[in-house]
């Protein structure tokens, strides 16, 4: 009986735990998507741009371009509470469960995405195609829409629930599953340095937490940019039968726009990546020290 009251104990409080995770998570994670969805934005269109020019001759530039910057977050307002707060349950119970460590910080990385990628890739499919659609043709985007609810219902009604709102799913995750990796391993490290080697949260303050971050993601963010570019594509523009996918978009670009046309956008994305993960981070790190 004493044992199945500890049992029954332990397990409310991982309940609370992952519940205080999760809300943190949430807060940091919208918190920081409202200041840095411009730059998203204009990542985003850089990216398609290039493809624009090999469609039509021409890509929609000026106002298409710098017009509705906040396209798309009503997406991301909905949306991305569950995803962060999912993400953040990942590191917390990652953390845990692989232990400290170059290889946990990668398997810890790994697993936060695996968890929120579920809810990330419809959030991404409709803000993406309602950020690029103005600068986009009609022949070359995946559709028009007038807001973020008439575009999820458009897609699944057009192109159905799973293959529509989840297009772009294994890619997205061989995005940000590399990602996670080497963010976790360069933030984990620096973290270590700036602790002298104490692995005690409490002992890093938040700023030091966010200078981590913020490094961290710029290096992650450009080493997988191309791979960004190519999800960005799959998710938001047409494509014949056979062509979607991530090895076919990256050759074609190279083809078509060079080596060069892979890097599209990439100071908007490090722009909007970085400084996001730093004010995520900053105010999850702080919501925790609060208790």
Known sequence: MARDAAREALHGENITSV?????????????????????????ARAQVMGAARMTTGSARTGVGYARGL?????????????????????????????GEGAAGAAATGAWAQALAGVVYTPM?????????QNVLSANARAGAYKHWID????????????????????????????????????YDASRRAFANGNTD?????????????????????????????AKT??????????????????????AREGVRGLFAGVGARVASVAPGSAISFYIYETLKQMG
């Open 233 to 254: 594509r799959m998710q938001t523009m047409k494509f014949a039968p056979g062509e979607a996918s991530l090895v076919r978009v990256l050759r074609n670009v190279v």
């Open 19 to 43: 519940a205080r995770e999760g809300a943190r998570g949430a807060i940091a994670g919208v918190l920081a998507r409202a200041v840095t969805h411009p730059l998203d934005t204009m990542k």
């Open 151 to 186: 575009a999820g219902r458009m897609i699944i009604r057009e192109e159905g629930a799973f293959s529509g709102l989840f297009r772009g799913y294994w890619a997205q995750n061989f995005v940000w599953w590399p990602w996670s990796a080497m963010y976790f391993v360069i």
């Open 70 to 98: 906040y396209a798309g977050f009503g997406a991301v307002a909905a949306f991305a509470p569950f995803a962060s707060g999912a993400y953040f349950i990942g590191l917390e119970s990652g953390s845990r469960w692989f």
């Open 124 to 132: 991404d499919v409709i803000k993406e195609r309602l950020q690029t």
């Open 201 to 229: 949260s409490d002992a890093v303050a938040p700023w030091v937490s966010s200078a981590c971050a913020t490094g961290a993601a710029a290096a992650a963010t450009t080493a997988t940019h191309p791979l960004d570019l």
